[in-house]
Nanobody, 123 residues
Framework: VQLVESGGGLVQAGGSLRLSCSAS????????MGWFRQAPGKEREFVAG????????NYADSVKSRFTISRDNAKNTVYLQMSSLKSEDTAVYYC?????????????????WGQGTQVTVSS
């Protein structure tokens, strides 16, 4: 199983980025997909999640109305559109796959992880 993130980079505060995560080696449509992030010296935190059917999404309060998660089951890809970025959004962003279908924020519920992509927001 491989999850490969892309799309990270350096952006000014107020800007936008779109992260992608391509999955292989698994029945992608069977997995709930999530995005997490980890800033230096901080614990990994949940950012957003999306159900297998794409109908149900879940967000951390800190990113609601700024970030949008989506997925394309035909392309085995999950996306995170990030807008109005703030310096506190700076972190390594990880996508993850879980067989637990209900929305959940606990990283221990996710079975597979990508290697992460760095997002740096300059103020």
């Amino acid at each position: 199983v491989q999850l490969v993130e892309s799309g990270g980079g350096l952006v000014q505060a107020g800007g936008s980025l779109r992260l992608s995560c391509s999955a292989s080696g698994l029945v992608y449509s069977a997995y709930y997909m999530g995005w997490f992030r980890q800033a230096p010296g901080k614990e990994r935190e949940f950012v957003a999640g999306i159900s297998r059917s794409e109908r149900v999404t879940n967000y951390a309060d800190s990113v609601k109305s700024r970030f949008t998660i989506s997925r394309d089951n035909a392309k085995n890809t999950v996306y995170l559109q990030m807008s109005s970025l703030k310096s506190e959004d700076t972190a390594v962003y990880y996508c993850a796959a879980s067989l637990v279908p209900q929305p959940h924020t606990d990283y221990s519920m996710y079975r597979y992880w990508g290697q992460g992509t760095q997002v740096t927001v300059s103020s």
